[in-house]
């Protein structure tokens, strides 16, 4: 061995060892503050994926309003409780008619109770029982579901949604989504 090698000293081991130390203390801090940070973002995210996919769904529904390859008679779209209720009729299957048959049922009702979008498959009014939730008001409470109708001249109605939702247990503001289609049936 040669005796020009040498190593660290006890001095610089134990001095490096305590900035090792300072460091990693001071940076185990904001550990937690980045791991809540970013619980809340993933949650804000899939509150919003959540919204969105419920609009497009009730959007594609809205867009279909009125169709009918024959003769069908009623109204495509109605429009209640002050727009928090929505019930839509079109042909599925193009057979001419409004089916009413429970296997096949040619309307389709969106609701906004209690804090949970609701639907039902056959809806003739707004009210009643059967009802499906949507969304689960024990995870996501919607707060405000309105869907308007605006006439338009020498154009299709235009169909406006509006969703307001927040996580539950959530002290933020709510998450705000707008989505408009033209209903090219009605």
């Not at 209720?85 to 296997?103: E, F, K, L, R, T």
């Not at 949970?116 to 995870?139: F, Q």
């Amino acid at each position: 061995m040669s005796l020009n090698q040498r190593g660290f000293s006890l001095t610089e081991v134990l001095i490096a060892m305590a900035i090792s130390s300072i460091l990693l203390l001071s940076t185990s801090r904001f550990l937690p503050a980045l791991q809540q940070a970013v619980l809340l973002q993933s949650g804000q995210q899939e509150l919003e994926e959540e919204v969105w996919q419920r609009l497009f769904a009730i959007g594609k529904q809205l867009q279909r309003a009125g169709y009918c390859a024959g003769d069908c008679q009623g109204q495509g779209l109605v429009i209640g409780r002050k727009g928090e209720c929505v019930i839509v009729q079109w042909d599925a299957n193009s057979n001419g008619y409004w089916d009413v048959s429970a296997s096949e049922n040619d309307s389709t009702g969106f609701r906004l109770e209690s804090g949970a979008l609701e639907a039902l498959r056959g809806a003739t009014s707004c009210e009643g029982k059967g009802w499906e939730k949507l969304t689960d008001p024990d995870r996501l409470v919607i707060q405000q579901f309105v869907v308007r109708k605006t006439e338009h001249t020498g154009f299709a109605p235009e169909l406006n949604i509006e969703i307001a939702a927040l996580r539950k247990g959530q002290l933020t503001a709510p998450f705000w989504a707008d989505y408009s289609v033209r209903g090219f049936n009605l």
